[in-house]
């Protein structure tokens, strides 16, 4: 074990961000840290850090191990050159190659004992320079580099003019190598290209050392972890496995728990039942009984009702009329900047219902060409043609959509104007913007936020053509799973940017590739769009380094669709077996119930025949009724007896 967490709790004012929170990470192992927005995972890694002090409980970290953190926004004010700011990294290996080159300076004007004695202090450090990566330390760096995303020719560029994304991947490259005994990375994807993070992901798997990563990629996730620390309404849970196993266990688990749930409260009614049925009978044997199952029921410890963990976006896109079937055909459409050609010559058309995704590298220009669709932007020469009644719903990463200076309120009814104030509240409401959140400034939301300003507004829209840059920015996994449920039931088209592999994996029905300034065609999802990368590779037509890093863990689930068959064949016998003994017991209920309704009126009859004037001096009719009386309460407790235990196999 490399790193524990002991009972860390920590709160902020009165609300409870982490509650007693235990864990504990071995040597080598790769984990991911998740939850929704808000849950305490920033907090978490800052505690761990020691960044932030918890209220209480302890961080253990194995002696003289050494700990790196990659932040979501690092800090990097520099003036070096990029490779500069990564080679600094290295300053004792370029502090040895120094004193060496210097050594073999010296060594030519030395003779006799000098030279002897230098000699041996040379081949001392050139053996420990060698044991440190001297002789490879800067193709590392050229690698890590270049993995991360960066050109040769960026390699001069200064720091301090970069773009903020940009600085994130200078910081990442140079915590990569570091080399820290525990690697602590938060949301390490966000600034990356697919080729870059098939690169980390690679580099991750294989690195000596601990990782633990914040993500909202959940194929990155699958890809690298082996382990998922879940932060829940402040409680922490460790699943083994990769994000699907986490997502199915769970799944298992709530189900459980809701199961638990329903059957203490079905027994706790029926319990209840059975008291007041035992109660009614009104004799001595059965009110004891009741008065225990009372003190049993009293110790029963109430589960409480499973909860989500936080409420759910109501999302449903509908198209307010159907498109022609040619939505959109893009003819020798070119684009380019001073000294960045984009593309030319594309030519591609959608049709109506399909679900095409634009991935490509950084810088291709992928969120251009959906400026240029929606009018945003300029070509330089060729033609957008949009079909019959199609209708456009835009989704704007940078959010240019909305406006700074106005409420969320504002937003929603400028634009529709027919909706009154009861409609905007439920429809933000849906969205988690509740009470006095309607009133706030769009310029004060964070980027979830705006995004979810947004898909609300492409709900209200009615729009039949979505048209998305990277949908799932600043989304929490839950909303991304949600926004996946709302796109595969939407039956308009849809066109999207998105670098997230897993949402193009579970909505695209195609995949454009926008590669060396033209468009590559795959029919499928993104597996299918990777093994035919892979299979272009294997074939000789495509160089690997065109493709990226190695092929992309795939996730197949036959093995547990199988499994769920089988599974399946044997709970519907079990449980065909299950209702046919319910059955039974209810039959035998009612009949008991009816026969002991029976015997408990004619009981009544006998007595009151007993007390009536006209039976008060016959004796042997008294007698009859007498010896009825006592086979009837002979019988009525036998009845008790099969009743009580009928109701309890019921009950089980």
Same mark, same amino acid.
């Given at each position: 074990?490399?790193?524990?967490?002991?009972?860390?709790?920590?709160?902020?004012?009165?609300?409870?961000?982490?509650?007693?929170?235990?864990?504990?990470?071995?040597?080598?192992?790769?984990?991911?840290?998740?939850?929704?927005?808000?849950?305490?995972?920033?907090?978490?890694?800052?505690?761990?850090?020691?960044?932030?002090?918890?209220?209480?409980?302890?961080?253990?970290?194995?002696?003289?191990?050494?700990?790196?953190?990659?932040?979501?926004?690092?800090?990097?004010?520099?003036?070096?050159?990029?490779?500069?700011?990564?080679?600094?990294?290295?300053?004792?290996?370029?502090?040895?190659?120094?004193?060496?080159?210097?050594?073999?300076?010296?060594?030519?004007?030395?003779?006799?004992?000098?030279?002897?004695?230098?000699?041996?202090?040379?081949?001392?450090?050139?053996?420990?320079?060698?044991?440190?990566?001297?002789?490879?330390?800067?193709?590392?760096?050229?690698?890590?580099?270049?993995?991360?995303?960066?050109?040769?020719?960026?390699?001069?560029?200064?720091?301090?003019?970069?773009?903020?994304?940009?600085?994130?991947?200078?910081?990442?490259?140079?915590?990569?190598?570091?080399?820290?005994?525990?690697?602590?990375?938060?949301?390490?994807?966000?600034?990356?290209?697919?080729?870059?993070?098939?690169?980390?992901?690679?580099?991750?798997?294989?690195?000596?050392?601990?990782?633990?990563?914040?993500?909202?990629?959940?194929?990155?996730?699958? =890809?690298?972890?082996?382990?998922?620390? %879940?932060? $829940?309404? +402040?409680? #922490? @849970?460790?699943?083994?496995?990769?994000?699907?196993? *986490?997502?199915?266990?769970?799944?298992?688990?709530?189900?459980?728990?809701?199961?638990?749930?329903?059957?203490?409260?079905?027994?706790?009614?029926?319990?209840?039942?059975?008291?007041?049925?035992?109660?009614?009978?009104?004799?001595?044997?059965?009110?004891?009984?009741?008065?225990?199952?009372?003190?049993?029921?009293?110790?029963?410890?109430?589960?409480?009702?499973?909860?989500?963990?936080?409420?759910?976006?109501?999302?449903?896109?509908?198209?307010?009329?159907?498109?022609?079937?040619?939505?959109?055909?893009?003819?020798?459409?070119?684009?380019?900047?001073?000294?960045?050609?984009?593309?030319?010559?594309?030519?591609?058309?959608?049709?109506?219902?399909?679900?095409?995704?634009?991935?490509?590298?950084?810088?291709?220009?992928?969120?251009?060409?959906? =400026?240029?669709?929606?009018?945003?932007? %300029?070509? $330089?020469? +060729?033609? #957008? @043609?949009?079909?019959?009644?199609?209708?456009?719903? *835009?989704?704007?990463?940078?959010?240019?959509?909305?406006?700074?200076?106005?409420?969320?309120?504002?937003?929603?009814?400028?634009?529709?104007?027919?909706?009154?104030?009861?409609?905007?509240?439920?429809?933000?409401?849906?969205?988690?913007?509740?009470?006095?959140?309607?009133?706030?400034?769009?310029?004060?939301?964070?980027?979830?936020?705006?995004?979810?300003?947004?898909?609300?507004?492409?709900?209200?829209?009615?729009?039949?053509?979505?048209?998305?840059?990277?949908?799932?920015?600043?989304?929490?996994?839950?909303?991304?799973?949600?926004?996946?449920?709302?796109?595969?039931?939407?039956?308009?088209?849809?066109?999207?940017?998105?670098?997230?592999?897993?949402?193009?994996?579970?909505?695209?029905?195609?995949?454009?590739?926008?590669?060396?300034?033209?468009?590559?065609?795959?029919?499928?999802?993104?597996?299918?769009?990777?093994?035919?990368?892979?299979?272009?590779?294997?074939?000789?037509?495509?160089?690997?380094?065109?493709?990226?890093?190695?092929?992309?863990?795939?996730?197949?689930?036959?093995?547990?669709?199988?499994?769920?068959?089988?599974?399946?064949?044997?709970?519907?016998?079990?449980?065909?077996?299950?209702?046919?003994?319910?059955?039974?017991?209810?039959?035998?209920?009612?009949?008991?119930?009816?026969?002991?309704?029976?015997?408990?009126?004619?009981?009544?009859?006998?007595?009151?025949?007993?007390?009536?004037?006209?039976?008060?001096?016959?004796?042997?009719?008294?007698?009859?009724?007498?010896?009825?009386?006592?086979?009837?309460?002979?019988?009525?407790?036998?009845?008790?007896?099969?009743?009580?235990?009928?109701?309890?196999?019921?009950?089980?």
């Amino acid at each position: 074990m490399i790193l524990a967490c002991q009972n860390i709790t920590k709160a902020f004012e009165e609300t409870v961000i982490l509650d007693r929170a235990s864990f504990h990470i071995e040597e080598n192992e790769k984990a991911a840290v998740v939850g929704i927005n808000g849950a305490g995972k920033t907090t978490l890694f800052n505690i761990i850090t020691g960044n932030l002090a918890p209220d209480d409980g302890v961080v253990s970290i194995s002696k003289d191990k050494t700990l790196g953190y990659l932040e979501q926004n690092p800090v990097v004010a520099s003036g070096l050159t990029i490779y500069q700011e990564l080679i600094s990294i290295k300053q004792d290996l370029i502090d040895m190659e120094t004193q060496l080159r210097q050594m073999e300076m010296d060594m030519k004007h030395l003779e006799g004992p000098e030279l002897s004695s230098l000699m041996d202090k040379y081949s001392t450090l050139s053996h420990t320079f060698d044991l440190m990566g001297g002789y490879s330390y800067q193709s590392e760096c050229k690698g890590v580099l270049k993995g991360l995303g960066f050109a040769e020719e960026e390699f001069t560029k200064e720091v301090s003019t970069l773009s903020g994304g940009q600085k994130t991947r200078v910081a990442l490259g140079k915590l990569l190598l570091q080399n820290p005994d525990i690697i602590l990375l938060d949301e390490p994807t966000n600034h990356l290209d697919m080729n870059s993070i098939a690169w980390l992901e690679n580099y991750l798997v294989n690195y000596k050392g601990a990782v633990i990563v914040i993500s909202h990629d959940r194929y990155f996730i699958n =890809k690298v972890a082996t382990k998922i620390v %879940e932060i $829940d309404q +402040g409680d #922490v @849970t460790t699943f083994i496995g990769n994000y699907d196993d *986490y997502s199915y266990k769970k799944e298992q688990l709530r189900a459980a728990a809701m199961n638990a749930y329903l059957k203490q409260q079905q027994m706790i009614q029926h319990q209840t039942q059975v008291i007041e049925k035992l109660k009614s009978f009104n004799r001595e044997k059965s009110i004891k009984r009741a008065e225990s199952r009372e003190k049993m029921l009293e110790k029963v410890q109430v589960l409480e009702k499973p909860t989500e963990a936080r409420a759910k976006m109501q999302l449903t896109l509908t198209p307010n009329m159907r498109s022609g079937n040619d939505v959109m055909t893009i003819t020798d459409l070119a684009k380019s900047f001073p000294g960045n050609p984009l593309f030319d010559h594309l030519n591609f058309e959608i049709k109506r219902g399909e679900h095409v995704a634009l991935i490509g590298d950084n810088g291709t220009g992928k969120s251009t060409l959906l =400026k240029i669709i929606n009018g945003l932007e %300029e070509a $330089d020469f +060729g033609e #957008v @043609t949009l079909g019959t009644n199609v209708s456009i719903g *835009y989704y704007d990463q940078e959010h240019h959509e909305l406006h700074n200076d106005k409420t969320i309120y504002e937003e929603i009814s400028d634009d529709f104007p027919y909706l009154n104030i009861t409609q905007i509240r439920t429809t933000m409401a849906a969205f988690l913007f509740t009470d006095d959140d309607v009133y706030k400034l769009i310029g004060d939301l964070s980027g979830g936020e705006r995004g979810r300003v947004l898909l609300a507004k492409l709900m209200l829209s009615d729009c039949n053509f979505l048209i998305m840059d990277e949908p799932t920015n600043h989304l929490d996994i839950n909303s991304r799973e949600i926004l996946e449920s709302a796109i595969n039931q939407y039956e308009g088209t849809i066109f999207y940017v998105s670098h997230d592999r897993y949402f193009i994996n579970r909505t695209a029905t195609r995949i454009l590739e926008l590669e060396h300034h033209s468009i590559h065609n795959y029919i499928g999802n993104y597996d299918y769009y990777v093994e035919m990368k892979q299979r272009a590779i294997d074939n000789g037509l495509l160089e690997s380094s065109e493709a990226g890093a190695s092929p992309f863990h795939v996730n197949v689930q036959e093995t547990k669709d199988l499994e769920k068959k089988e599974e399946g064949k044997q709970d519907w016998a079990s449980q065909k077996q299950a209702a046919s003994r319910k059955r039974k017991l209810e039959n035998d209920l009612k009949k008991t119930e009816e026969e002991i309704a029976q015997l408990e009126n004619r009981d009544k009859a006998i007595d009151e025949e007993m007390q009536s004037p006209e039976n008060c001096n016959k004796a042997l009719v008294l007698n009859d009724l007498f010896k009825e009386k006592t086979q009837i309460q002979e019988r009525l407790t036998e009845l008790y007896e099969t009743w009580e235990k009928l109701s309890l196999e019921l009950a089980d």
